[in-house]
Structures are given as C-alpha cells and as structure tokens.
C-alpha cells in the first residue's frame, strides 16, 4: 500500500514537473520580454519618456510579488523621435531579432497606428498608452492591441464638452498636423456641432512649432469664442504662453486645452495654467492608492510625480503580466484575447474591463486647474470637478467601425 | 480691401509677426556668420548655446534673484566665457583639418550640453515670466501688438548694426578681417592673433545667449528649443552666404517675413519653406545671396 502510493505520489510529481516544462515552453525564449517605446528626448518625453521605464518596472516588481508562475520578465526601451518610420523599424527589429514580445507606451499617434500595423502582422501584443487617436479601437483597430489610456473621443466629450456647456458655442482649432490632431480636431468638432455650435475655422501647425502668434492671430481674427487647441506638450504649452501675451484671453476669447498633461501644467507654471479645463484619467492626488503609488513613483524618478501616461503604462503592463500568468502564454494574440477576458484591477485605474474592440474602460476626470493662491506646492494642481463615469467616458463600441466588434 | 482673400489689416500684423521672427534668425545666424567668417567652424553649438541663454536667464531669476534685465547683461557673458573654454580646449585643435571635424565636434558638444539639461530640467521647459515693464500692448489698429515683441525687434536691429558696424567699419573689425586672411603677418605686427580668435567665438556664442535671453519669455525655457530653431538658421545662413555678415541679418529678416506669410497662406508648409528657397537660392547662386565664391 505505501509503496503504491509512493509511485503514485512520484509519478504526480513527475506529471507536473512534465506540465511545469510545457508551461515554461509556452513563454518564447523563456523569458517574458516588454519593450518601453516612445519620445525619450523630444516635445514629449516628460508625458512618457524615461518615466515610463521606471513605470513599467514598478510594475514588473510589483507582479513579481503575488505571482506564483515565477516568470522571467525583461524590459528594454528605445526612443521612436516621434517618427513613424523610426518606431516601425525598431518594432521589427525588437521582435524579429531579440525577442520583445509586447510594446507598450507608443505616444505619437501616427507612430502608434505604424506600430499597431508591425505588431498585428507579428502576432505579438501592444498595450498602447501614450498616443491619443481613437482610430486605434475604431478603424485601426486589431485583435493585438489594446488602447489603455484615453483617447480623442474621450477628450473631446470630456473638455469640449464641458466647454460648450457653459456657453462655447463658436470655435477656432489650433490642430497640430499629423493623426493626432487631426483625429482630435474631427472628434471634437462633431461633439461642438451636435451640442448646437459652429465650428468657424482653423489652422494646422506643423508638430514641435515654436512660434503661434501667426497662428494666433488667425484665431483671434476669426472671433470665435473659443479656441481649441488640438495639439500636445510643448506645443501646447507654447500656444497658451503666446495667448497670453497677445491679450486673447483678456479680449473674451477662451482657450480649451484639449490635451494637457500635468507636466504641461508645471512647465507653464499656474499663473498662466490657472483655470483651464482639463480632461485626465488619472491624477496622483484622486486617493489613498494614487497617492501611495505615486510617491513610490517619484522616489525613483527625481522627485517628478507621474502623470497619467506613466500610471497607464503601469497598469497596462500588470493586467498583461496577469494575462500571461493566466493563459499560460506570452503569444501576442492569445494574450491581448486574455487582457479582454479577465476584469482589470489595480490600484490607480481601480475594476474596469478591455473591450472586444480593445477599449480600455475606466472612469474618467474633469479637471479645472488652481489659482496660484489655492496650490499648497508643486503638483498640488486640480480640483476635481466631474468625474464622467466609464460607460459614458468612451465611444460607444457600434460607432468605432471597428471589424472585431461586426464578427 | 483684401490681397488673396487676406484683409490687408491681418497681412500687416502678419508680416510684422514675421519681422519679429526674423530678429531671432537674425540675431542667430549673426552669431554663426561671424563664428564662421572669422574661425572658419560651423558651429553646430549654437542652438544650445541659444538654449544656455535662456537657461542662464531663469538660474540667474531663481537662484540669484536678477531679473531680466541683469539676465540679458549677465547670460551672454557667463555663456560667452563657456564658448571660450570650448575654443580654448577644443577647437583649437581643429583650424588646421577640414571643415567637417569642427561640424562634427560642435554637433556632439550641442548633443551632450542638450542632453545634461534635459536630464536636469526634463523636456516640458520651465517658465519664465516677462519683465514688468514690457508686459501688455499696443492695439496698433491691424492688431495687438505685445510691447515684448516690439522690444525684441529694436533690440535685435541695434545689437546687428552695431556687430556689423564693428567688424566692418572700424579698426578693431579690421584687425579680425585681416586675421582671417593672413593669420601669421597680423600676428607679426604684434597683434595676439589666437587670443583675437577666441575672443571672437566667445562673442558670437554670447550673440546666441542673448537671443536666448530674449526667447525666454515668449517660449518655454526648455532644454530643446535651440534643437528646433537652430536647422532653420543654419539654413538663413546658407542662403545669406556662408561667413557674410550683412547677408545674415538681411536674410533673416528677410525669410521671417516669407515664413511669416507662408503661415498665413499655406500653414503646413510653414517649416520647409526655408528649406525650399535655400535648395532654390544654391541652384542659382551657391555661394548664397550675398556670399563671394572664395
């Protein structure tokens, strides 16, 4: 009898030891490899950047914690310069010859959609964060990819509408020439005509411009009540500067920043920021969670507190990490259609869920930036002034045109 | 009245927006004019010398409590003295090899210098307030115009005639022409002709922080702005005449105003246009506008 259930015991034994072997097989080259891309130098790198390595880390450290599948995880990152040649080559490059299988960040909308395309063709998994255009769950979209963050439907329904509410009904784009601004400037101007407004205008600047004030002038001529700037970072950044010493917010004109990052915020100092209207999904001071993670964060990032592009890498990376755990697997396909299945979880996002068209669903926040007077130091910037709750905050899954939602 | 669907008021305020664009050019490529006719280097530091200026301005503010107009006195000088360290140690070595080592070597200084203050700074920029005395406006009728931006106008005009009016005009400017002709019998006739030399890139280097100076309240005191601007000088440059002192500040008022209206006309456009007119200026003239075939 003992002698029986010896070699039933060793013969389990063995059957897993056999299994743990399949498990490890399924993980390619062993080792679990997730490649960090986006501006590391450029208009963008304090949105992203080195600050999203150091995210992603914190993430993979954190995994480690509870995870029992004792996976090996690498990271490795590159700069795409905001070039959409650049980051498809260095896709290519990660997967074909060292083995990255998921490429998260990727701000730069054009650079994400060439991204997105490299990956699909790979069959590896993209969890993008950084770029804005909505066309990355709508006709772009793809059973590789998952959009964590925010994108150009959820800003324009969050600020311009905002903005049209309390009385913009007439506006001026200030867009930025490339995907990006383009796709913010489409969707923003149809949540301005359906509320009843009138677009009257607009300019498309080349990305990384110094100078508006030819640009601003346009704006300020053509006498609308608002002015939307369909831009990002440093470009943001040098257009509300510029208003402000061509007296268009003292003439009754107003400007709706359509996508600021706190980083912008503290480059333009709140004396210039104060009062603008500010669509985030994440903010560090929301609660006890986002407080404790983020000063883990700017401990070991020079003090800078994150914003929400690195908490979104930070949370894109642990629900894959999950997904590999749970599947088994780091195939890109069968990983992204894990992301979908499990419910998402963690402690900056809180429960939300990866929609079938690779939407990443979660509340989101209108911002309105302090007076000098009401910030008690740095980064003490936003009071909360409407939290949009998830089902509203994003474009509803028949409207994408996204093809996996049809099948 | 309108000139191509444009009401002539928005086309003045637009090409006074470009003449003041072109003060920055200009300033600028004085600088790389002057650096280049009398040292014969291609100072690919400039941008980040332009950017040092400005960062010296807000250290000197926030660290100092010297406002702007210590700032436009103190940052050329405390960034001049970096560029003479620069020629001092490095460049020097340089004089007698062709031009592409000297391109080569300001380009990887300009990388490093950016890249120290981007690790410092982050890439966002910080914010540097405008002088009280300059803040607010003229409504000149055709628009508003910032009494900053008519500052920096006047200031550029006074700092580009004067350079050129020293180096053409008087004596000291015609000890450097010669320098640069015939080093060794202007250093014959007493003259410390290396120690004339370093002066000289100290100056233009200074030329560039004062620029940057001046940039500060209008952009982002940010670790790249010299990155953006200074390919579209080196373009003003190329289309001036290399090394030409007039043609460079003509030039960049000059292609401010193109620039100013291609903004007005054809936006997307508006950061290749210089390229473009450069590409055409070489086919017909390629020693530039106002450069001598040597």
């Known amino acids: 009898m003992t002698m029986k259930r010896k070699l039933t015991a060793t013969l389990v034994g063995a059957a897993m030891a056999a299994l743990a072997g399949a498990a490890a097989a399924e993980v390619s080259g062993g080792v679990v490899k997730i490649g960090v891309m ?8 304090d949105i992203g950047g080195p600050g999203s390595v150091v995210a992603a880390n914190m993430a993979v450290e954190d995994f480690q914690k509870t995870s029992k599948a004792g996976l090996k995880i690498e990271i490795v990152s590159a700069d795409h310069q905001n070039k959409p040649d650049v980051g498809s080559t260095v896709a290519r490059q990660w997967i074909d010859t060292e083995g990255v299988d998921m490429i998260v960040d990727v701000p730069t909308s054009s650079v994400a959609l060439a991204v997105n395309q490299v990956i699909r063709e790979k069959g590896k998994a993209f969890v993008n964060t950084g770029a804005a255009t909505a066309d990355l769950t709508g006709k772009a979209c793809s059973p590789n990819t998952v959009h964590w963050l925010y994108d150009t439907w959820m800003l324009a329904n969050g600020t311009g509408k905002a903005v049209v509410e309390t009385g913009g009904d007439t506006w001026f784009f200030l867009t930025a020439d490339y995907a990006f601004g383009h796709a913010l400037e489409r969707d923003t101007a149809a949540v301005v005509e359906k509320a009843g407004g009138k677009v009257l205008g607009k300019v498309r600047h080349p990305l990384a411009t110094q100078d508006f004030s030819s640009f601003l002038l346009q704006a300020q001529a053509s006498k609308a009540k608002v002015i939307g700037l ?23 004109q107003k400007l709706a920043g359509l996508l600021v990052f706190i980083t912008d915020v503290h480059g333009l100092g709140l004396k210039t920021a104060q009062g603008l209207q500010i669509t985030e999904s994440f903010y560090w001071d929301l609660n006890d969670q986002t407080r404790e993670w983020s000063k883990r964060f700017a401990e070991r990032h020079g003090g800078k507190m994150p914003s929400m592009d690195h908490a979104g890498v930070y949370a894109g990376v642990l629900h894959y990490l999950k997904a590999v755990e749970a599947g088994n697997t780091d195939d890109g396909t069968k990983t992204v259609a894990k992301m979908k299945e499990l419910p998402t979880d963690d402690p900056l996002f809180g429960k939300g869920e990866v929609r079938v068209d690779g939407r990443k669903v979660h509340p989101v926040y209108l911002f309105e930036v302090k007076k000098p007077e009401e910030s008690k130091g740095p980064y003490d910037y936003y009071h909360v002034r409407a939290t949009i709750p998830a089902e509203q905050a994003f474009r509803p899954l028949n409207e994408g045109g996204c093809e996996l939602v049809k099948s | 009245m309108e000139i191509f669907g444009i009401p002539t008021q928005a086309l003045f305020g637009q090409l006074l927006i470009g003449l003041i664009n072109g003060s920055f050019y200009a300033l600028l490529s004085l600088g790389l004019a002057v650096i280049f006719g009398l040292l014969n280097i291609i100072n690919f530091t400039h941008g980040a010398q332009y950017m040092m200026g400005a960062f010296a301005a807000y250290l000197l503010l926030n660290k100092a409590g010297l406002g702007y107009w210590w700032a436009l006195l103190l940052a050329p000088i405390i960034v001049g003295f970096t560029g003479v360290l620069i020629e001092r140690f490095m460049l020097k070595r340089l004089y007698n ?14 990388l490093i210098i950016q890249g120290l203050f981007r690790n410092e700074y982050g890439a966002s920029g910080l914010p540097y307030q405008m002088p009280p005395q300059l803040t607010g406006g003229t409504n000149l009728g055709f628009m508003f115009l910032p009494n900053y931006r008519a500052w920096v106008i006047i200031a550029s005009l006074v700092v580009c005639l004067g350079t050129w009016f020293v180096i053409e005009r008087t004596k000291l400017g015609s000890y450097l022409r010669a320098a640069t002709e015939n080093p060794q019998l202007v250093q014959s006739f007493g003259i410390n002709v290396p120690r004339m030399i370093t002066l000289t890139y100290g100056f233009g280097v200074g030329l560039a922080a004062l620029a940057g100076v001046m940039a500060a309240p209008i952009y982002q005191v940010s670790p790249q702005m010299g990155a953006d601007l200074i390919i579209v000088v080196f373009a003003v ?3 001036g005449g290399m090394g030409s002192i007039l043609g460079s500040i003509i030039t960049g008022f000059g292609l401010g105003l193109i620039e100013g209206l291609t903004k007005v006309f054809y936006p997307e456009a508006s950061n290749t246009v210089i390229f473009v007119i450069m590409a055409i200026v070489l086919l017909f003239k390629p020693a530039g506008l106002f450069g001598t075939q040597k």
Not at chain 1, 38 to 45: H, I, K, T
Not at chain 1, 233 to 247: H, L, P, R, W, Y
């Open chain 1, 38 to 45: 986006n501006d590391m130098s450029g208009l963008y790198a």
């Open chain 2, 237 to 239: 440059v190329v289309i």
């Open chain 2, 97 to 110: 090899l062709d031009h592409l080592y000297g391109l080569l070597l300001t380009f990887g200084v300009a």
């Open chain 1, 230 to 252: 369909a831009n990002a970072g440093g470009d943001t950044i040098n257009s509300i500067k510029q208003a402000a010493e061509f007296g268009i917010v003292q003439g009754g």
